[in-house]
């Protein structure tokens, strides 16, 4: 697959920069800047929010940190409690377990820190590389990093930035064909531009900013514009 022009992945990024203004940010990225980028808070509620709506994520992170804000606090509570803080988040059962067992490792193998390697972060228990790529960007100021979820994947894809079946390998695609500038950015910007238009069904590309340059791979049926 033939690589992106740098000129149209650059006014993408840009046109979408611009575009995202004013629009709800990613629950995660809310989080970080309340919470001023403590890698602990954003490596929780990332744990929380897989498969999980932003709103629910915001409310139970919030009632899970007022009564646990540190590794050690948080340690300290039975899996019970935390499964009533975090319920109703997906799969709240097995995110309890992994939120009581992080804490434990964190106290136990890392002084009480979060890791700032990816290595490391993957030994914790429900980390996986998405996870992990955000708390590196967002806890410790990454620029090496590229987070990929769902949204990024698909419009990646749809931009033809890439051809890749999974997220894993979208993120590995990526660091091959867009500039390393953008790479810290492109999980804030594709992940806002994915929750308000460009929709995994019915994207809205009449009310898209950078749709002049966007091939639209893969969409059949486009959806209404907010002004329709």
């Not at 890439?162 to 999980?187: F, K, M, S």
Request: hydrophobic share 40%; glycine share 6%; with cysteine.
């Amino acid at each position: 697959m033939r690589r992106p022009n740098s000129r149209d992945v650059e006014w993408i990024m840009r046109g979408m920069a611009t575009a995202i203004t004013g629009l709800d940010l990613p629950i995660i990225e809310k989080i970080a800047e309340a919470q001023q980028d403590d890698a602990f808070q954003v490596l929780i509620a990332t744990l929380l929010s897989a498969r999980t709506q932003d709103a629910t994520t915001a409310t139970a992170s919030e009632r899970l940190f007022a009564r646990a804000p540190t590794p050690d606090r948080m340690a300290a509570l039975s899996i019970r409690e935390i499964t009533r803080l975090i319920y109703p988040v997906s799969f709240y059962r097995t995110k309890a377990k992994h939120v009581k067992e992080t804490c434990r490792r964190l106290l136990d193998d890392f002084a009480g820190q979060v890791p700032g390697t990816m290595e490391e972060l993957l030994t914790l228990p429900g980390v996986g590389r998405k996870t992990a790529n955000l708390v590196l960007i967002l806890g410790f100021k990454s620029l090496r990093n590229i987070c990929v979820d769902t949204h990024v994947h698909r419009i990646s894809n749809r931009l033809g930035w890439v051809r890749t079946g999974v997220p894993e390998e979208t993120e590995q695609a990526l660091y091959e064909r867009v500039a390393a500038q953008w790479w810290p950015y492109l999980n804030l910007y594709l992940v806002t531009w994915g929750q308000n238009v460009c929709r995994p069904t019915h994207p809205r590309c009449g009310d898209c900013a950078v749709q002049a340059r966007c091939p639209r791979v893969g969409v059949t049926t486009v959806g209404k514009s907010r002004g329709t």
